[in-house]
T-cell receptor, first 117, second 115 residues
Framework: GESVGLHLPTLSVQEGDNSIINCAYS??????FIWYKQESGKGPQFIID?????DKRQGQRVTVLLNKTVKHLSLQIAATQPGDSAVYFC????????????????FGQGTILTVHP | NAGVMQNPRHLVRRRGQEARLRCSPM?????VYWYRQLPEEGLKFMVY????????ESGMPKERFSAEFPKEGPSILRIQQVVRGDSAAYFC?????????????FGQGTRLTVV
């Protein structure tokens, strides 16, 4: 069945380092991928997204890479800060009935990122 | 501009009781999604609703769970005869009609504990 999973459940880095969080997905029909940040006791917060017709997208301090050949997604955070400490989830979306797309997402398990000052 | 409002934030129910979780979408948002998150897991899709319509309930358990989004008022996720396995965080997301997912936002969630 469909699944989205992460290779590393925890990641510890020093402040100022770059962080890389990885994600594997299995549904080749997925057309849209999103990274979310979730702080303790809060809801998921959108970080960055990428469509399946792209292989790289950059935001402020974050970059998402998509490798459709091996069904792999990664999130790179530059100059990681203590405020980046959170759980990070990748999520994928497949087209719904009739070719429509909406917010039915499949989330991965999550990676805990801890940034040490 | 208030975000997606969920209440209560925390809810404790005894086994066999009913739980009612409310979600008020952002202003102008007519699409609502409910997700469930078990401890140390990712979110799992439950249901997608538009005003007065259930569009996709493929993630809803067949029994005891129901959802509605009336013309007026918040969306309600109702769990009847709760069991310990229902303990989880329930998140609602809302989005405007005909808008990309980047305009969707999640609420802070309701943490349900069944004792």
């Amino acid at each position: 069945g469909e699944s989205v999973g992460l290779h590393l459940p925890t990641l510890s880095v020093q402040e100022g380092d770059n962080s890389i969080i990885n994600c594997a997905y299995s549904n080749s029909a997925s057309d849209y991928f999103i990274w979310y940040k979730q702080e303790s006791g809060k809801g998921p917060q959108f970080i960055i997204d990428i469509r399946s017709n792209m292989d790289k997208r950059q935001g402020q301090r974050v970059t998402v890479l998509l490798n459709k050949t091996v069904k792999h997604l990664s999130l790179q955070i530059a100059a990681t800060q203590p405020g980046d400490s959170a759980v990070y989830f990748c999520a994928e979306r497949s087209q719904g009935a009739g070719g429509t797309s909406y917010g039915k997402l499949t989330f991965g398990q999550g990676t805990i990122l801890t940034v040490h000052p | 501009n208030a975000g997606v409002m969920q209440n209560p934030r925390h809810l404790v129910r005894r086994r066999g009781q009913e739980a009612r979780l409310r979600c008020s979408p952002m202003k102008g948002h007519s699409h609502v999604y409910w997700y469930r998150q078990l401890p140390e897991e990712g979110l799992k899709f439950m249901v997608y609703l538009q005003k007065e319509n259930i569009i996709d309930e493929s993630g809803m358990p067949k029994e005891r769970f129901s959802a509605e989004f009336p013309k007026e008022g918040p969306s309600i996720l109702r769990i009847q005869q709760v069991v310990r396995g229902d303990s989880a965080a329930y998140f609602c997301a809302s989005s405007p009609p005909r808008a990309p997912w980047t305009e969707a936002f999640f609420g802070q969630g309701t943490r349900l504990t069944v004792v």
